[in-house]
């Protein structure tokens, strides 16, 4: 169950099916702005707020929450270690990330984090957050996808894991690979193959994954075995190794 499913599943609790948030920052103008940002919504039934990661965490083990958004720098203990604590929760709540720090959105995704979100807070972006908590999925987004944060000349975007064709490892780092660009992030190749499994990438090389979903043709010449992905008029040939050649036939047989 991710985190999304969580907050649906807690929610049953919240009056008329709203969320129930606590805010954590340790900055009050910070807090009360992001929590009357809340409250101006309509699916959000409270709003608690707390000034220190400590509090919060005593606060959680107490009541009902459905999300809680994290600020990041903190005395003493920080968002991102007050999210791993939660994670341990026999249901946990979502966690939503609100920071002026882009540098930690990589981190978020290993917390599996509903959403990061850079201060200032501008309350269209809070509204899409609200969007995701509720369980309000738009329509291009895939049953069970999830958005991964790279780095960009200074600036975070978020790329869907569906759209991702296959990833090359380059050292401690991995590239993504979509149809129309490329992005590094700092993830070994071995992390994702293991977290990305249930989405049916699967190593077809000891330096490539591929996305079952992408490829559109598999090839066989002299002994040696290839497969396309992205279609194949901008399609991509990538070499898959003897060792991996029988695992991929038999799960693309078993797509068939």
Request: glycine letters at 6%; hydrophobic letters at 40%; charged letters at 25%.
């Amino acid at each position: 169950m991710n985190r999304t499913t969580q907050a649906v599943a807690a929610r049953q609790g919240a009056p008329g099916g709203r969320l129930r948030i606590l805010v954590v920052d340790d900055e009050p103008p910070a807090a009360d702005e992001l929590s009357y940002l809340l409250t101006q919504d309509a699916r959000v039934a409270e709003v608690r707020t707390c000034l220190s990661a400590t509090d919060g965490l005593q606060q959680l083990q107490g009541s009902g929450v459905d999300a809680v958004f994290l600020d990041i720098q903190m005395p003493g203990l920080n968002g991102l270690e007050l999210a791993r604590l939660l994670a341990r929760f026999k249901t946990p709540p979502a966690v939503v990330f609100v920071t002026a720090h882009e540098e930690h959105a990589l981190e978020a995704f290993d917390l599996r984090a509903v959403d990061y979100v850079l201060k200032p807070v501008r309350a269209e972006r809070l509204a899409e957050t609200v969007t995701r908590l509720m369980g309000s999925v738009p329509e291009e987004e895939p049953s069970g996808d999830l958005q991964i944060p790279v780095e960009l000349g200074g600036v975070t975007r978020f790329v869907w894991r569906s759209q991702i064709s296959h990833v090359e490892a380059q050292g401690d780092y991995a590239r993504l690979h979509t149809a129309d660009a490329s992005h590094l992030v700092r993830v070994p190749l071995t992390q994702l193959e293991q977290e990305w499994a249930s989405a049916r990438f699967v190593r077809i090389h000891r330096s490539l994954l591929v996305n079952l979903a992408h490829v559109t043709e598999v090839r066989s010449e002299a002994g040696r075995t290839s497969v396309v992905v992205g279609g194949s008029s901008r399609g991509i040939e990538l070499q898959v190794s003897r060792r991996h050649t029988r695992q991929l036939k038999d799960l693309l047989a078993r797509r068939a």
